[in-house]
Structures are given as C-alpha cells and as structure tokens.
C-alpha cells in the first residue's frame, strides 16, 4: 500500500472518531440539561412564567415572572391573585438603572403612571416596568391652613442627583417612612436619611434651620420652598415670608451650595405673594417659627444656601445618592425580619413592595386580585414576612399599595401592558413611580458593591416553598428598630382625566384560571434566564459534570484510536 493510501485512511479514521465525540457529548449534554424550573415557586399556583424582558429583540438583562394562584384556596397565599415581579442586577448589567419619575411638573401633581410612562423622553434610554412609588401626607386631613388641597411625600425624594424634597417633619404628620437609593455607581441600599437644609445670611451671619424643604405649610412650621413643589407655596395669609432670588439656579443637590440675595418681605397678613420659578426661593414661617425668621433679613441681603443629605447607616452610599424614593413599612433588614410589622393590619391588602437580594439583584414585587373591583393582597400580621423570605428579600419595604398599586412592563412589541388589577375598579392617579430603565449608552459603569459578611438565610416558612438565592455580598447596615405602623389606603378620588386611558397602553392582562392553559417557560427562554434559584444551580452543576464526563469519554475514544491507527499502519509496512 502507498503511503499516500495510509494516509487517506487515516484521515477517514480521525473523521469517524471526530464525529463519534461531538455526538457523545451533545447526547450527554442533552441527557443531563433539563429544561430550568421556574424561578419562583407558590403553593396554588396555575400559571407561572418567567420571560427576559426584551428591547427590539434584544435581551435586556431585566427578568419578569408572572404568577397567577388561581385554585390555591386556603394553601400558601391565597386564591385568585396575580404576583408580578420585576429583577435586574445593576452591577452586572451596566445597561439599566432605576429611576424616580415624578408624575407631572410638580412634587405635587398626580397622574396615572400610565401617562408618565408613555411621555417619559431622555436621550437613548427606555422605560422597561415601573411601579407607583411614595405614600403620601394629605395636606387638609391633617387640619392644615393653607389655600389648596394637595399632598406631599412621606420620604425624601431625589432626582438625578437634585434633591425634591426632604422627609416629613414631625410637626407635619411624623409617619414613619423609608427609603431606597441608587448611587452614581449603582450600588443599592435602603435606609432613613435626612435631608438638612440651612440658610445663612452672610451679612449678618445668622443662620436659619428650616423644618422642612418643600413640605406642606402647617402651622408650627419654617420651611424653604422651590418651584418643585408648585408655583406657588399655596401658604396662608398668617405666614411671614423672605424672598430670596438665586445668582444662579435654585435647585437644591447635595453638598452644594446656593447663593443669592434677598428681594422681599412678606409680613403676617399680607394677602398678595410671591410666586415660584427657576431663580426664587422662600423662607415661610407659621405659627410659632415667625419669631425665628421675622427680623433675621433685611432687604438686600447676601445669603447661602446648604444641603446635606444624612443617613447614619451606609453613609458613604447616600453621599452619592442619585436617585431615591421612599414608602412604609420596613419588612426586612439585612435578612432580619421587622417583628413590628408583624402587628399592623389583618387586611388583605394589594402589595407592592420594593427591595434587594443579597446578591444585589433589585425586585419589584406587586400582590394584588385577579380581578377588577376586587380588593385582594398579602395579610401583613400573617403573611408578608413569610412571603418576603420566600422570595429571597434580603432587605426591602413597602410603596403605597390598596388602590394606588400599579406596574407596567414592556412587552416584545415595544407596548406597555398594565399588569395591575385596580381594587378600585380602574388605574388610580399617583405622585410618583420607580422607573426601570434601559440605557443604549450609560454614562457610568457599574462597579462592584463593597465587601461584606453576608447574612444568614432566615428559617424557611412552612406556608410556602422558599426561593433558594445563592450567598453573595450585602452592603453593610445595623438593623433599624421602627415603630408599628398600620397602612393606610391614600383616600385619592381620581378625575376623569386622571382615568382617561393611554392610546399606547395594553389594558389589563386578564388571568389564566384554567391550568391546562397555563403559560410555561420555553426552552429557548429558559436557558437564556440567569438565576440565583438553588434549582437552576442544581441543573448547571450537572450540566457541568456531564460536560466533564464527556471530555473524559472521548479523551479515551481518541486515545485507543490513536493507538489503533498506530498498530494498524505498522501491520501494513
């Protein structure tokens, strides 16, 4: 035999073993890879996917799970009830980020979330889902005087960097409230900051310490107002006020500095005042606080204004605090439950809740009726604690829920879809929302989180299976003792104009109640998901060993062929 035949078959021989240890390992790999199993899992449920949420058929790095509990009955949470979630990890996705959207031009305007979303316009980025946000002061129930009903925020509110407005002061109402911050870098936290505010007059040097920053004008009170909250500070005719024109902008950021000059007095009385717009600040105090700004300001008078956002935990974070919104309710810190909670309402209450994982993936998690009209949730003394553990909540609290619970996502069409069912019958008018938003070009690169000892996993409840999440880093924090605090539903009449629908909007997914027509997890949608549920860690580990296995097997396939073709070439000399 030549040798240019020798070699012809033992090129075939190579391509046969070739072909043998591509199809062991893809037979392997198959063999060992079963489809994922649903990110989370709830007793009663007879739908449940879960989908990457896409942009113009591309994966955005954000995940939503829909779960519907349809013939649950007294088991794990309840018949009849849809929970949405929404997941995105900000450190390993660089694209997307959080974002409070105000619902209109002012801190105290209301709009259904619907309207915000659709008009939301900013350079290369896109609204993914949002939810409604802040609970909210109702001005007159508290007996305050002033001219217009309006409300106001619980907690701080901060906007691209610009702080809206501060905490509610005790002398306002002195609810309890909390607060989420995403950082410049995108780290996450959740805490109880303070906005402080001080105003000094540099000709004089006497400084001035308002109680509050765009707050409601109640009586007691001193407090500095921008054209964040109105256009005007709807105060009463007993108020005294100093008007301060600003040398150059009047919004108000951390660690930062305003200057300006002193242009008006205003004494208890006086019935014509002074409006708000991009170069005006006021001073207005009621009550018993004219004694601490009458006689502090002259006409022409220099002045500076400082602002300094405070948090005894996570300092570090809150110096960088870009966005922030707040709510109610902590539920968890740091995996520790909030006992307190526990003592609050029995009511079956629609839910929306707002937190982190301890591998910094952020949830928005909404609990509400299949069903239009129907006032249905979670049961706070009973249920949320074991709920949020299920979930894999490492700390979080909750936004305003009953009638104000709403969430919105995008589908693969690009349109929004209503996930909500309103206890109210229809989409309820809000102030404000969390947004989260996909970025075609970010402006900063996601960092890591600092180290620190994670905690330890909470005992698994017996009403319902947990959601195994894997141990990573969680900012540190000290838990915070809070008072009880019962929910209360905002007493918000939407206008007609509040409800008129939105050309662009999908109405309200309707449930699927019959279980053979549950939605499921494709294949394809399946493998694409990247989850923390001990589950799909299970089928990589195996997916992992079979992969080996296979390596193995066919080392030995070549091996022996190797050897063959040897012996065989030598039998043919």
Known sequence: MSNNSKNCHAVKILAVIFVIVLAVGAFWQNSESPVRAARFSFVGEDSNVTTNIKLNGKDTGAVYTRVHLGSGGSAGWGANKIINIVEANLEKNPNLTFEVINCGTYTKNARPLTEEVNKYKEDDKKILAAVNGDWMSWVNSLGASVSANYRVTFSPVVIDTEIWCSQMP?????????????????????????????????????????????????????????????????????????????????????????????????????????????????????????????????MGDKVTISSDIKCTEDRAYWENCEEAIGGQCLVMKDGKINNELLGGSADNYPTNIIGYKSDGTIMMTMVTADTDGVRKGLVFNKQIDDFCKAMGYDTCFLFDGGGSTTMITIDDAGKYVERACYSDGSIRSVWNGLALVYDETPDVPATPTPVATPTKSPATPTKAPTVSVAPSKTPKATPTNTPTVVPTVSPTESSSADTTAVPTIIPTEKPIVNPTEALTESPSEATDISSSDGKNDTSNKKSNVGIIIAVVISAVIIIGAVITLVVYLKKKK
């Open 170 to 298: 005790s002398i306002e109402q002195g609810a309890d409230y909390f607060t989420l911050c995403i950082t410049t870098d995108n780290k996450v936290t959740i805490g109880k900051p303070t906005v402080d505010v001080k105003v000094k007059n540099d000709t004089t040097g006497k400084i001035i310490t308002p109680t509050g920053f765009n707050r409601a004008p109640v009586n007691n009170s001193l407090n500095l107002y921008n054209n964040r909250l109105n256009d005007s500070n709807y105060v009463s005719t007993d108020a005294y006020e100093v008007v301060i024109k600003a040398d150059t902008t009047n919004k108000l950021y951390n660690n930062q500095k305003i200057t300006g000059t002193v242009t008006n007095i205003y004494k208890a009385g006086t019935t014509k005042r002074a409006g708000l717009d991009d170069n005006i600040l006021i001073l207005t105090a009621r009550g018993s606080q004219i004694s601490n700004l009458q006689g502090k300001f002259s």
